[in-house]
């Protein structure tokens, strides 16, 4: 069964940075998309970045030049390096999995809190 498990989320001040880190099991990251979502209270979902399966990475315009998707195939974890803190990063941010063998289904992380003060 899946599963992904995230850690890193801290208080920083703007200007910051952190690391986030997301544990697969029962499957390799290697073999399918993955990526983060974040949302702050009263606000939307939105997908913070993705990764696909041929290395390609994709960021949301918010994030564009200050956070990095990447992978240790060989950990199977996946990372959100977040460089720049700003007040506005401020939110839950949770990974996700999709793998074409499920069919449709993703897998998602249980979330860890970032928070970005002054």
């Known amino acids: 069964q899946a599963k992904l498990v995230e850690s890193g989320g801290d208080s920083v001040q703007v200007g910051g940075s952190l690391n986030l880190s997301c544990a697969a099991s029962g499957f390799a990251v290697s073999s399918c998309g993955m990526g983060w979502f974040r949302q702050a209270p009263g606000k939307q979902r939105e997908r913070v970045g993705l990764?696909?399966?041929?290395?390609?990475?994709h960021y949301a315009d918010a994030v564009k030049g200050r956070f990095i998707i990447s992978r240790d195939n060989d950990k199977n974890i996946m990372y959100l390096q977040m460089n720049d803190l700003k007040a506005e990063d401020t939110a839950n941010y949770r990974c996700?999995?999709?793998?074409?063998?499920?069919?449709?289904?993703?897998?998602w992380g249980q979330g860890t809190q970032v928070t970005v003060g002054a």
């Open positions: 990764y696909i399966v041929d290395g390609d990475t």
């Open positions: 996700y999995a999709a793998c074409i063998e499920w069919q449709g289904n993703w897998a």
